[in-house]
């Protein structure tokens, strides 16, 4: 049996429909709407004015700021950041005059991944672990881990650090890093860049 949900998370001007599953401490702010189909982790935050749909799954301690939408087929993993007025879709080539709910592409954003304001993700992207969006950029395609992507539409323009701090390595081929805030040490072979040694907790 799901636990009850604390009210006194839920702003007066929210609406969570019955049968949603908000976890301990997440905070549901001034006119959202979270649909009965939700799940939703601990410790999250939804501003002002976020939807979310029935057939999402939204990680721990995730943010999702003011104007943003999840909509169906969206999953955010832990601590994933969705900037003001980002906007994820779910149908590729819409019609008002034709439904498509039948064909919904999945978006996945994982962990530790950040989108900045105003970012467009294009339905059935893979948006990997601490990759970072950055603000107005419209993504059509996967994204690594680690990629600092910009631009419309998006192209990667480096790596950068699980802190979010760039990493001094070239887009493609090989090289190795430091984070300069964690000590954190991070390799790129043959274009995949990886964390190889964590030092410090963030």
């Given at each position: 049996m799901n636990a009850p949900i604390d009210s006194k998370d839920i702003h007066p001007s929210a609406i969570v429909d019955d049968g949603a599953v908000l976890g301990p401490g997440t905070r549901v702010w001034h006119f959202s709407h979270v649909c009965g189909g939700a799940r939703i982790g601990a410790g999250c935050s939804l501003g002002q004015n976020v939807f979310v749909g029935n057939d999402v799954v939204i990680g721990d301690r995730v943010k999702i700021?003011?104007?943003?939408?999840?909509?169906d087929a969206v999953t955010l993993e832990d601590e994933v950041f969705c900037g003001p007025s980002m906007v994820f879709t779910n149908v590729y080539n819409p019609r008002s005059g034709i439904v498509r709910k039948d064909h919904y592409r999945r978006t996945l954003v994982r962990r530790g991944a950040s989108i900045g304001a105003n970012a467009t993700i294009v339905c059935g992207?893979?948006?990997?672990?601490y990759a970072f969006i950055g603000a107005g950029a419209v993504v059509k395609h996967d994204v690594p881990d680690f990629a600092l992507m910009a631009g419309v539409p998006a192209r990667q323009v480096g790596w950068i650090s699980r802190f979010g701090e760039r990493l001094p390595l070239p887009t493609a081929g090989n090289g190795e890093a430091?984070?300069?805030?964690?000590?954190?040490?991070?390799?790129?072979?043959?274009?995949v860049c990886s964390l190889v040694s964590a030092p410090s907790r963030l």
């Open positions: 700021q003011n104007n943003v939408s999840v909509y992207a893979t948006i990997g672990a430091v984070c300069p805030h964690t000590g954190e040490s991070y390799v790129l072979v043959d274009g």
